[in-house]
């Protein structure tokens, strides 16, 4: 394998960060910082700011972005897992450092529905939920920190079962619609008994993605009233235009729009979500590995379609993959901000972008280069493999 698989990370002692050219907080409401510098201290920011203003001593990695972009990693609200950096859906390895070279630095899991022979008795399907929670906690490919055990649900579960899983540590259901429940009453129950316990909840949207899974639409979403909205875009299948209206302006839950969906229906939920003033509510995810394969470029496809197509900012666009899911989703990662994982993704545009500027390379549809990775204050990819060469890519210049 070419690729490194790190387990559970390491941590730096101090990371100087600078000659930053355009810092992105990820904070939809203050999407740009001005700011040249950031630093971090094992493995967490703390200090975002002009270089004279920081203390710069006794670092042991020192990083000169060169004037590009430096954004918080990027976060894939909606993948399907297996185990370590394996897929048997498209039979592929090493998908998730294909990832991690397309910005992503943190997923969370939609539920392991791909892993061969995936129990669905109720025992059997805690006992999947706790595991994957356990390994992918206890091993992070190529650092990317995968947040899995995620349960589908079926029907027969009982509240009881629902505290078990919490108090083992599960913290995530996969989405709602995928097993045998698939009536709002129900799925309401259950979406309930979750939240009692601290648990997250997903639905599935629109038609079935792949022979076994079954339509779910508006008024089964509305009574399930899960956390997410999981791939309101279809999956790929959409719900007419109405229902995806009827949605976003029915409820306030998140808005999930995926890349394995309808292109037509993003852009459809993105104007109405934009018309209420709620872009807060959109975040982004791939649902990969799926049926379309494995998109490692997949949240960077998205930001682009919506900036290039869709006519949302570009810095805006960003919050969608950062700021808006690590608030939706509860992760201390998703913003420049002091007291945040140090997580970061350092973009630039891509040689012979038409654009003048990252932003405006982004705005026209392009996608940006990635330049280098940081995962808990670690440098974890350099120049990326998979996008398009970044004008200006970063250089550590002491330390490694
Ligand atoms: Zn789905």
Request: glycine fraction near 16%.
């Given at each position: 394998m070419a690729h490194e698989a790190a387990a559970t990370s390491g941590t730096a002692d101090k990371l100087v960060i600078r000659n930053?050219?355009?810092?992105?907080?990820?904070?939809?409401?203050?999407?740009?910082?001005?700011?040249?510098t950031v630093v971090a201290t094992g493995g967490r920011i703390t200090f975002v700011g002009r270089r004279a203003d920081?203390?710069?001593?006794?670092?042991?990695c020192v990083i000169d972005a060169k004037g590009c972009a430096l954004a918080p990693g990027l976060i894939d609200s909606h993948v399907h897992p297996v185990?370590?950096?394996?897929?048997?859906?498209?039979?592929?390895?090493?998908w998730i450092d294909s990832c991690l070279h397309g910005g992503v630095t943190t997923m969370i899991s939609a539920?392991?529905?791909?892993?061969?022979?995936?129990?669905?008795d109720i025992v059997g399907l805690k006992a999947f939920a706790i595991t994957a929670q356990r390994i992918f906690n206890g091993f992070r490919p190529s650092g990317v920190k995968v947040h899995a055990g995620a349960p589908v649900i079926e029907q027969g579960m009982v509240e009881e079962d629902f505290k078990d899983l919490a108090a083992a540590g599960v913290r995530l259901l996969g989405?709602?619609?995928?097993?045998?429940?698939?009536?709002g009453r129900t799925a309401r129950e259950m979406v309930a008994w979750a939240r009692k316990y601290g648990i997250q909840s997903t639905i599935h949207t629109g038609?079935?993605?792949?022979?076994?899974s079954g339509l779910i639409d508006k008024d089964v979403i509305l009574a399930a009233d899960a956390d997410i909205i999981g791939h309101i875009n279809g999956g790929h299948t959409a719900l007419p235009d109405a229902q995806i209206t009827c949605l976003c302006e029915s409820c306030g839950r998140g808005l999930e729009l995926v890349h394995n969906g309808n292109e037509r229906a993003a852009l459809h939920t993105l104007r109405v979500a934009g018309g209420l003033g709620q872009l807060e509510r959109i975040i982004l995810g791939?649902?990969?590995?799926a049926g379309s394969g494995v998109q490692p470029l997949g949240i960077l496809r998205m930001i682009a379609l919506l900036?290039?197509?869709?006519?949302?900012?570009p810095e805006i666009a960003f919050c969608f993959a950062t700021g808006n899911t690590a608030r939706m989703r509860e992760?201390?990662?998703?913003?420049?901000?002091?007291?945040?994982?140090?997580d970061f993704v350092f973009m630039d545009k891509a040689?012979?972008?038409?654009?003048?500027?990252l932003l405006e390379s982004v705005a026209l549809g392009d996608l940006p280069g990635v330049g280098m990775t940081v995962i808990d204050g670690v440098?974890?990819?350099?120049?990326?493999?998979?996008?398009?060469?970044?004008s200006v890519v970063p250089e550590i210049t002491h330390g490694n």
């Open positions: 930053i050219g355009l810092l992105l907080s990820g904070d939809i409401h203050t999407p740009i910082l001005d700011a040249d920081a203390d710069l001593e006794n670092a042991q185990a370590g950096d394996w897929t048997p859906r498209q039979n592929q390895l090493g539920g392991e529905v791909h892993m061969p022979g995936r129990p669905k989405e709602v619609g995928l097993g045998s429940v698939k009536d038609g079935p993605s792949i022979p076994g791939t649902d990969a590995p900036a290039g197509v869709g006519g949302v900012a992760l201390d990662c998703g913003l420049i901000e002091v007291g945040r994982s140090a040689q012979q972008s038409a654009g003048g500027n440098v974890r990819s350099h120049r990326s493999r998979n996008t398009p060469p970044a």
